[in-house]
């Protein structure tokens, strides 16, 4: 009789996050193995099995550099500031790749992780920032063919590129805020995910990744610093050119200004829809 009733009761598991925000925090310490294990794993998926490889990291910001290299200096006759096109090109792709490609994986993270969302709680930000990884890899091994280039056209650099962290710790805040929000809203609004490839297409020409900043008339930069990515990438091309380019102090505090909110309000809102995530997905 008692051996009926037990098998015949129904029992439920809850899995849940802590109520309280010093829990979210230490379960964030105690799945940081977790952490490690999906970076890796994206490491391993970007460059495993793969034709090109690593190659690719290096071949997309050359041939852009070249296009862009081409259509504004040679045929718009864009200014440069001073130093050579193809170096002012490549250091705006910099920051505009890393953004770019971690908007892009972070934004669709939860989705392309659905079957490890619905079955164990564990601080669902794991996933998204894990993301950033493999983009910050990507970086630093076009940062290595930039100062390849810097020392072909005989632009070396100096003491000063060390405060390139600065900006590069901005854009990762740009990019993860970011990812929240859409990796957040994605999970609620499958629409949301038709409108990041559009954002990363458009922004990429509204951008001074082909050109400088400084085209922009005075009366209208202040304006034009609201896209975020021009405080941005000015400050990369400020530090990796030891200053020789110009840098709006203005439009760089507004993107610094505008990021903190960004990536506050994203983190707050991910946090508040992560109770959901396994139930709408």
């Excluded at 109520?19 to 979210?24: G, S």
């Excluded at 090109?52 to 259509?71: C, D, E, K, N, Y």
């Excluded at 992780?113 to 910050?136: E, G, M, Q």
């Excluded at 400088?212 to 990369?236: A, E, H, Q």
Aim: glycine share 6%.
């Amino acid at each position: 009789m008692v051996g009926d009733s037990i098998l015949d009761s129904s029992y439920s598991v809850i899995i849940e996050p802590g109520q309280k925000k010093r829990d979210f925090f230490r379960d964030l310490w105690n799945f940081r193995e977790l952490f490690y294990f999906l970076s890796w794993k994206d490491i391993l998926v970007r460059y495993k099995q793969t034709v090109l490889g690593v190659l690719w990291s290096i071949l997309r910001p050359l041939l852009t550099m070249a296009v862009f290299t081409f259509v504004f200096g040679r045929l718009a006759k864009m200014p440069s500031e001073g130093v050579p096109y193809p170096i002012l090109v490549f250091g705006a792709m910099l920051p505009w790749q890393f953004f770019a490609n971690a908007l892009t994986e972070t934004s669709g993270s939860l989705i392309s992780n659905v079957n490890l969302i619905s079955k164990v709680y564990f601080p669902r930000v794991i996933i998204p920032v894990s993301k950033i990884i493999v983009s910050l890899i990507d970086f630093f091994i076009s940062l290595i063919l930039l100062l390849i280039l810097m020392i072909w056209y005989n632009c070396l650099p100096g003491w000063h590129m060390v405060t390139v962290l600065f900006p590069l710790f901005i854009i990762m805040l740009f990019s993860l805020g970011s990812g929240l929000w859409f990796s957040a809203l994605i999970v609620r609004y499958r629409d949301f995910r038709y409108i990041v490839p559009f954002i990363v297409q458009l922004g990429l020409y509204i951008s001074p990744v082909g050109f400088s900043s400084t085209v922009i008339p005075g009366k209208w930069r202040l304006l034009y610093s609201i896209n975020l990515m021009v405080g941005i990438i000015d400050g990369f091309r400020w530090a990796l050119l030891e200053g020789k380019t110009d840098l709006y102090l203005p439009g760089f505090l507004i993107s610094l200004f505008l990021v903190s909110i960004i990536f506050v309000s994203g983190f707050y809102y991910f946090l508040k829809m992560e109770r959901t995530f396994a139930d709408v997905i």
